[in-house]
Each structure stands twice: as C-alpha cells, then as structure tokens.
C-alpha cells in the first residue's frame, strides 16, 4: 500500500478540485441538468482522451528507449574505432588503388554539416573501389585484426547490436577477413585465386569501415564535446587559436602537443627552453604532451613520430588536431592529409583571418609575447629579442607578414587572457644558427610573485 501512496493521495486531491469546480459552476448558473450534461459530456470523451494520451506516452517512451539505445550503440562504436577500427583503416586503405580520389571525403572541418556527410556518404558508396590485395602488406593487416580476435567476438556477442545491421555487418566482414587471413601461412606466396578472394573481403570489410566511420564521426560532431589537440608551438599563432577554441564550447582541448628538439631541450623553430614550455602550459592548465625528433630530423621522421603520439590519442576518442595556420594552403593540404591516413582531421581556428587584423587584436586582448628568432633573410638581427607590440608592428618592412605565417619571425608567450599567471623571464644571448636564423635566448627567472 506504501508503494501506490503519493498516486492515491494525487488521485483524491484530482477528485477534490474536480468537485469543487463543479460546486464552484453551480453556485454561479443554479444549473444542475447543465452541469449533469457537461459531466457526461465529459466522460464520454475519457475514452478518446486515454487513447491520445496513451498513445502519446508510448511514443515517448520508444523514442527514449530507442534515444538510449542509440547511446550504447554509439559507446560500443566508439570502442570499435579505438581498439581496432582507426589501426584497420591505417592498414587497410594501402590496399585501394585509388584512394586519392577519395581522400577528401576524409578530410572534414569542424563546420561540415549533416548534409556535408550525407554528400560524402553518397560519394564513398557511388566510389569505384579498385583493391588490389598485393599492393599493401598483408602479414601486417593479419597481426592487426587477429592481435584484435578476442575483441571482436565480444563486440559480436552484445545484443545491442541486433539493432544495427549496419555496423553488424561490418563486424562480421573483419572477423571474416581475420579468418582468411589467419588460415593462411605464407602470405608472400598465394596463387592468384587467393589474392582475388582476399582482395574482394579486403573491399567489404573497406566499404562497410568507412561507411561506419562517416556515421560516428557525425554523431560525434553533433552528439558530444569533440575532444581535440592543440598543436602548441608556445607563439602568438598557437595562443589566438587557443583563445578562439576556448570560446567554443563544442571542442575540449585534453593536450597540448609541442615538437621539442632532443639534443637542445627546446621548441623546433622557436627555440624556447623545454622548461618555459611547461612553465606555459602549467600557467595554461592543460597537459603537454611532447614530440621528441633529433636535431636535423628527416620529414619521414617528423611524420613517424608525430604518427605514434596521436594513434596514443585516437585510442581515446581524440577525433582532431587544431592548429594556427592562417593562409598557406598548402602547408594545411599536408596536415590535412597525415591526419586522414589515422583517421583524424584538422581545426584551423584562425584560418583566413586578416593577418594585419590578427596581430593587433593579440596586443590588444592583452597578450604579450617576446620575438625568440627571426629569418636573416628578410629581416635583420635588430628585430630579435623585442616585445611584440605596436611599435614593433609599425617598424616591420611592408613585405613582411604582421603574423609572420612565411617564418620572417617567431614569439614566446608569457602573458595574456588565456594564462592564469604571467610567466617570468628575461632575454639572453642572440646566436646565429645554420646560417640563416637569429635567435634570442628566453632564460626563466624565479617567480618572486607569490613571495
């Protein structure tokens, strides 16, 4: 009886008001074959009225289970790409003959709509898929999928699925071509009728991937915060792009991800000492996450180990990498790129802004930042070591760029909106370096100011 109280309480002060309303309607009109009318009136239509409410709440309902549903759905997909599915993709798309035709479909901004992915979508399933099993290295697809067995099978064994033909479907073309390929020894040496019958289950299990990737990827841009990187280089560029995410409350920014040059401790280019870069990020409040390369590296380098530090990020459902190119095309074409082979795309937070425009709204937001290197071949040694700010502006030749995107300079940000305390420092030595570069020692000074 205690369980159905407050309902049978709710029903007599329903009753209640009921009545007195009726009381109320005849003491006004003294009419009480109208208020009979009205009452039966009344209760004729309960049946229509129960009906339509009904029918209203079990819709409600469905859609809130269904609305559920979809969101453990969404987690076991998201688990997918993590584990196995962006690794997969990695491998996978070395097979295809003609990727670069379809690599734009890859390459999404954060501004792409739901129709965007509905063109995109409609073009990977019109796209001629041209897979050749003896173009890519088919031991390391193998030890992808079958080092990921396990995994799978319990992804096959949720009930959940049964409600996602879709995503079914592609569990059961990478489990099938797990077998495949695991059933055969020497993967160096088939007969042609075994690379024909790997080509067409490396095709369904590609086709069904990138469908499926097209569909998360649009739940997570409108469903969920888009967790993304910040490619920090500690300068002006990387901090107005940091200040613009902050105003969106549709990214979370888990790290900031800076290239730090082994032998010298310090930012590649800008040559700020590793402990100013995490006197930075600490005043920031965000993790740094480093990127070790040699000095001299090579690009392939570069790319590798780059590659290993954002696959760690992938795994967590990273999704983007934010940069602060302002205009050169195609410096961004070759991030876009890099970042598609794993699955991942780029945010350009201050792309295409005037970068006369730029420079001063970063003085004038109360950045400040001091010039670490400039190029000798377009500016000269006096230019080195001084404070960005509107007298520095004014004296940069005409043919300079104000934000200096072509690497005429390069800054250290030790203030601003974005930093919670400023950071302390004082200007060292200028050196010449490879013939070409000046660059101004930043040293870090003690911060009396808690003192």
Known sequence: MKRFRWQIILGLILLASSTALYFIQYEIFRDFRHIILDLIGNVAFVPIQVLLVTLIIEWLLNEREKSALLNK????????????????????????AHFDKIRGNFIMTADWSDAEFKNAGKRIIDYDYKIESRRGDLEELRDC????????????????LLEHESFTELLWAVFHLTEELASRENLKQLSSADYDHISNDIKRAYTALISEWLKYMNHLKNEMTEKILLC?????????????????????VV???????????????????RILLEQQTESLNYPL????????????????????VLLKYVRRGVTSVAFGDIFLEDLRKYREDNLAKIGMKGLFPIWKRDTSELAHVFTERGFKAVITCVDSHVLDKTFVGR??????????????????EHGEFHSFVFDGPIFRKRIPHTTGEVVFRDNRFYFCDVIPVPDTSAC
């Open 73 to 96: 759905l969404n987690m076991v997909i998201g688990a997918f790409f993590s584990e196995v599915g962006t690794r997969l993709f990695k491998c996978i798309f070395r097979f295809d």
């Open 145 to 160: 999928l079958v080092g990921k067995r396990e995994f799978m099978l319990a992804l096959l064994e949720n009930p959940n």
């Open 255 to 273: 790290a900031l991800l800076t290239t730090v040059t082994e032998e010298y401790d310090r930012v590649s280019m800008h040559g700020i000492r």
């Open 232 to 252: 920090w280089s500690g300068g002006k560029d990387s901090a107005l792009s940091l200040h613009e995410i902050q105003q969106n409350n549709s990214y979370e």
């Open 387 to 404: 404070t960005f700010d509107k007298q520095f502006l004014s004296e940069l030749p005409p043919h300079i760029d104000p934000c200096g």
């Open 289 to 308: 996450e480093k990127v070790f390369i040699s000095p001299n590296s090579s690009q392939g380098e570069y790319e590798q180990r780059m590659e290993e």
